[in-house]
């Protein structure tokens, strides 16, 4: 069984055995009848009931199999769960009124007693009698301090739950730090992109963060594999982020990010489809003026398709109305747009000023290839030349290009790249749809009064 089925038929267990304990509580306490008044108190509160009890599962980490350590772990984690939920339900059918606040004493307490029982025992023989899939963990240990020997001795005592560690590093050659751990020192510092590939390793923890800035940078934006990077933090570091997990108890703090949740990408996705929809409905006159000052001032083309690239370097046809003079490149080359181009042309430069140019892409999110929100796409010319320029350049392909981002809102129209890519990571490292609508808003005003796009 894997994990993912095990957390699935926790859920599912819990709440149909929270229930028939509540049931057979009120069936032993009014020997075998269900009297009206009292039970019906449950039925008008039994899913709201669910929730709480599931939620009180949750919170005291029954979904969380790798936090609950032996049968001890599980009885404590039940008994709490069942305890938290009996006084949560008992709060809500207080505030509710007379009607639900009548449910017999005794039979809360015979429930609570069933319920700590039934999702005790299932566990227990779950566990026992099946082998369950946790998936593996690889990890690799930046650090000989006898801080690193406890994680490293921590982590092998989960071996259970999928851990493995697979070795140690020091950090330099030179300045070799004591160790009395079993596991064994694979090198330096210099050794882990390559131990990573070697030993497949999953998740790098570094337990020495002392002149480790170019490993870090090196793991947790220059990496293409999604190892986790995590580090045991001081208080300086503590002060300036945020804890994220923790091994017994050691603090770590992830310097990579796992990818959103899917329900924030299908929220941004359907928000995307929603908003650009009505917005090519709504500014379709914006659009035919646009269009027709284009045709009537440069000629045709009006509109200004070209290939860029986009989640996960694929390419695609990016639409805008044309800003530049007919064959803008063809003495040149690709070179990128300054302030005060020669090529741009005066009701282009309108355009610009106020982003109208960019309203073709609407119907670029439409069909899903861009967000309103996200890195600008650039061309693959440029792509190559500052994958090779910029460190970490490639990281910002891990998400939709936008029409708008954090880049263009917080700097001039013709920013260096490397000042963008700083904005476009903080964007991708803690994007919530709450920084979409404040970036959105942003955009607005910089459209309304022009704003950092000379």
């Not at 480790?212 to 208080?235: C, T």
Request: hydrophobic share 50%.
């Amino acid at each position: 069984m894997s994990r993912g089925r095990f957390i699935a038929l926790s859920v599912v267990l819990d709440a149909i055995l929270v229930n028939a304990g509540i049931v057979t509580a009120f069936v032993l306490r009014f020997g075998g009848e269900l009297p009206r008044f009292n039970f019906g108190a449950y039925l008008g509160l039994w899913p709201l009931i669910t929730l709480l009890y599931l939620a009180s599962a949750y919170i005291y980490g029954l979904y969380e199999p790798e936090r609950i350590e032996g049968a001890w772990g599980i009885v404590r984690g039940a008994v709490q769960a069942v305890t938290l939920g009996t006084v949560l339900v008992a709060a809500v059918a207080f505030f509710a009124g007379p009607r639900f606040f009548s449910f017999s004493r005794l039979a809360i307490v015979i429930a609570w007693a069933l319920d700590a029982a039934l999702l005790t025992l299932w566990r227990l023989a779950v566990l026992r009698t099946t082998s369950i899939q946790w998936p593996e963990q690889r990890v690799l240990v930046v650090g000989t301090t006898p801080l690193a020997c406890d994680l490293a001795r921590e982590i092998d005592e989960r071996r259970g739950w999928g851990y493995h560690v697979v070795g140690l590093v020091r950090r330099d050659d030179i300045e070799a730090e004591d160790s009395d751990c079993d596991v064994p020192v694979l090198g330096t510092v210099a050794d882990v992109p390559a131990l990573v590939a070697a030993e497949r390793v999953t998740r790098v923890i570094v337990a020495s963060p002392v002149a480790l800035r170019e490993l870090i940078e090196d793991m947790a934006i220059g990496n293409e594999s999604d190892v986790r990077v995590e580090v045991i933090p001081d208080l300086y570091e503590i002060l300036i982020g945020t804890v994220d997990s923790t091994i017994a108890d050691i603090p770590l703090m992830a310097l990579t990010h796992s990818s959103v949740p899917g329900w924030y990408r299908l929220v941004k996705r359907l928000g995307d489809v929603a908003l650009s929809a009505l917005l090519l409905v709504l500014l379709s006159p914006v659009l035919l003026i646009a269009g027709l000052a284009v045709l009537l001032t440069m000629g045709g083309p009006v509109f200004f398709s070209q290939e860029r690239v986009g989640r996960d370097m694929h390419p695609f046809k990016v639409h805008k109305f044309r800003t530049m003079v007919r064959d803008a490149e063809a003495a040149s080359g690709p070179v990128l747009a300054t302030e005060d181009d020669p090529r741009i042309t005066p009701v282009g430069r309108f355009l610009r000023r106020y982003r109208i140019d960019e309203l073709p892409q609407l119907v670029n999110i439409l069909v899903g290839q861009m967000s309103f929100v996200g890195p600008r796409p650039e061309r693959a010319f440029f792509v190559e030349r500052f994958e090779r320029e910029i460190p970490g350049y490639r990281e910002r392909f891990r998400v939709k290009p936008g029409v708008t981002g954090l880049a263009q809102v917080s700097g001039g129209y013709a920013t260096t790249p490397e000042r963008k890519l700083k904005f476009d990571l903080i964007y991708l490292y803690h994007q919530t749809l709450l920084m979409d609508v404040q970036i959105m808003a942003e955009t607005i005003r910089v459209v309304l009064t022009g704003r950092g796009a000379r």
